[in-house]
């Protein structure tokens, strides 16, 4: 959070890619839900890409500082689920680099993650297994054997349970999301590489996860440059077939009214011989 953030004008700007994916082009209402289940509606402004009104009540609510640290998750249209982290939590923080060397959480090595019935989710001793459901925390025990080691291990302290329970659950939804992605889903692997990025900020071990995405989004983009391509090459091809029909119909015109000019000719031809032998065999 910057001091503009938090007060004087309270003005939060939003990553405008994110907003012309995601936000209408109008000015509509946000709801922001805290950690709490707490509903704030605020006012986004769509010109500024933005929210100002409701936002000073939501800041001030919850005893925003300069520094602090709001994660921004998408649950519904106009709807954001806000996890806050302190800026005392974050200790001295000048870059996403300093993040991921800050103190983790609790722990654990690679052998640690050995079998399901052994594998627990614990963030400062505290058990998250009950809050995860049973379908999702397999999932996530799949991936942490994928990398030999918890994802979670590196978190910065004293981050909201809330807030790690939220991270491991949508870094599962996201590694199903990609599983199932398709050529057309370009936008859809920007969105989550984006929303990744900010949980690696927070020290989640997800870089395997975002160099697979690098992977697809060059070949999507291939893809969609190729198709791209064959778009443009068949609109040429119907304009010039466009053009070449207008040009038979033109030309049919023409053949037409020449025809008719060809018959009124001949009927003229046929009059002039027949005056013409008349008045040859006419007497002097």
Same mark, same amino acid.
């Given at each position: 959070?910057?001091?503009?953030?938090?007060?004087?004008?309270?003005?939060?700007?939003?990553?405008?890619?994110?907003?012309?994916?995601?936000?209408?082009?109008?000015?509509?209402?946000?709801?922001?839900?805290?950690? #709490? $289940?707490?509903?704030?509606?605020? %006012?986004?402004?769509?010109?500024?890409?933005?929210?100002?009104?409701?936002?000073?009540?939501?800041?001030?609510?919850?005893?925003?500082? /300069?520094?602090?640290?709001?994660?921004?998750?998408?649950?519904?249209?106009?709807?954001? %689920?806000?996890?806050?982290?302190?800026?005392?939590?974050?200790?001295?923080?000048?870059?996403?680099?300093?993040?991921?060397?800050?103190?983790? =959480?609790?722990?654990?090595?690679?052998?640690?993650?050995?079998?399901?019935?052994?594998? #627990?989710?614990?963030?400062?001793?505290?058990?998250?297994?009950?809050?995860?459901?049973?379908?999702?925390?397999?999932?996530?025990?799949?991936? =942490?054997?994928?990398?030999?080691?918890?994802?979670?291990?590196?978190?910065?302290?004293?981050?909201?349970?809330?807030?790690?329970?939220?991270?491991?659950?949508?870094?599962?939804?996201? #590694?199903?999301?990609?599983?199932?992605? +398709?050529?057309? !889903?370009?936008?859809?692997? +920007?969105?989550?590489?984006?929303?990744?990025? !900010?949980?690696?900020?927070?020290?989640?071990?997800?870089?395997?996860?975002?160099?697979?995405?690098?992977?697809?989004?060059?070949?999507?983009?291939?893809?969609?440059?190729?198709?791209? =391509?064959?778009?443009?090459?068949?609109?040429?091809? $119907?304009?010039?077939?466009?053009?070449?029909?207008?040009?038979? !119909?033109?030309?049919?015109?023409?053949? /037409?009214?020449?025809?008719?000019?060809?018959?009124?000719? +001949?009927?003229?031809?046929?009059?002039?011989?027949?005056?013409?032998?008349?008045?040859?065999?006419?007497?002097?």
């Amino acid at each position: 959070m910057l001091t503009s953030h938090v007060a004087g004008c309270f003005w939060l700007g939003l990553p405008k890619k994110f907003t012309e994916m995601y936000l209408p082009k109008e000015d509509v209402i946000v709801v922001l839900v805290d950690e #709490s $289940e707490g509903e704030h509606e605020t %006012k986004y402004l769509a010109e500024k890409s933005g929210l100002s009104g409701g936002w000073r009540g939501f800041s001030v609510a919850h005893n925003l500082q /300069e520094n602090d640290v709001l994660v921004f998750h998408l649950i519904q249209e106009f709807r954001f %689920k806000v996890y806050i982290v302190r800026a005392n939590a974050l200790s001295e923080v000048d870059g996403a680099t300093d993040l991921l060397n800050l103190g983790a =959480c609790e722990r654990k090595t690679e052998s640690d993650v050995k079998n399901f019935e052994n594998f #627990s989710v614990t963030v400062d001793r505290i058990i998250l297994d009950n809050e995860i459901p049973h379908d999702r925390r397999v999932k996530y025990y799949q991936l =942490c054997c994928s990398q030999k080691s918890y994802l979670h291990d590196q978190l910065i302290e004293m981050l909201s349970l809330h807030l790690v329970v939220g991270i491991i659950l949508e870094t599962v939804s996201i #590694s199903d999301a990609i599983s199932s992605s +398709k050529p057309s !889903s370009y936008r859809d692997l +920007k969105a989550w590489d984006d929303t990744l990025k !900010s949980f690696e900020i927070l020290g989640m071990k997800v870089g395997f996860l975002r160099a697979k995405i690098v992977k697809l989004l060059t070949l999507s983009s291939d893809s969609e440059d190729a198709l791209q =391509c064959k778009i443009v090459e068949k609109a040429n091809a $119907e304009g010039e077939l466009k053009a070449l029909e207008i040009r038979r !119909s033109s030309l049919k015109e023409v053949i /037409e009214n020449l025809a008719h000019e060809i018959e009124a000719m +001949k009927i003229k031809a046929q009059n002039i011989e027949a005056a013409f032998q008349e008045e040859s065999k006419a007497p002097w």
